[in-house]
């Protein structure tokens, strides 16, 4: 017995929508598995059911056509509009602005000029004194690296060049060698494995 089709392939076997070969296979798998076909059958009674609804429903109504308003009267509706904004801002600064309540008031008696007393000069800032912090004496000093000239390979005198790293001795010892504008090395000097520093 072959695998049974789903619902969504019955139902395109229904509206005749499978490729031809599948059509076949469907037809033949139909005739000899009764699940597939009961749930066809079930198939084609809601298919039946849809149809009658859908034949059922009234025919649609025409659609009204609205006759557009009048300029003169959107101009009219504006100026209404605009008119009681303006009268309702009023309104409220009205309700929302304070009232002046007239009291008398009795005020202190004049009094005499006050003297200007003279501001005290401003304070004198000494300097910040910044002092150095010495170090541990457990942390010995940094040692000053030794700078490493480049070696000159042949007597003449070097204008211009390009600097390349190259590896001596089998690359095992880094190397950096200036090599002139013909092509020949001009120039070398040892560096460091590690750090790429001169040795």
């Not at 409220?92 to 000029?113: E, I, S, W, Y």
């Not at 204008?159 to 013909?182: F, K, M, N, S």
């Amino acid at each position: 017995m072959t695998q049974c089709w789903s619902e969504g392939e019955l139902r395109a076997y229904l509206d005749g929508e499978l490729p031809s070969r599948d059509m076949e296979r469907a037809g033949a798998h139909l005739s000899q598995c009764d699940a597939c076909g009961r749930l066809l059958a079930e198939l084609e009674v809601r298919a039946e059911l849809v149809v009658n609804w859908m034949q059922a429903l009234p025919e649609p109504l025409a659609p009204v056509r609205v006759p557009p308003v009048p300029r003169r009267a959107m101009a009219v509706r504006r100026w209404v509009s605009s008119a009681a904004a303006i009268a309702a801002a009023l309104v409220l600064g009205a309700m929302f602005t304070p009232r002046r309540v007239d009291k008398a008031t009795n005020l202190p008696p004049p009094q005499a000029p006050a003297v200007a007393v003279p501001a005290p000069p401003p304070a004198a800032v000494k300097p910040a004194i910044i002092r150095r912090v010495p170090r541990p004496r457990s942390a010995p000093p940094k040692p000053k690296p030794q700078i490493q000239y480049y070696v000159a390979l042949d007597d003449e005198p070097i204008e211009t060049g390009l600097v390349v790293r190259v590896g001596l001795d089998g690359g095992q010892i880094p190397a950096d060698v200036i090599v002139g504008p013909d092509g020949r090395a001009r120039a070398i000097r040892l560096v460091s494995d590690i750090s790429g520093e001169a040795k």
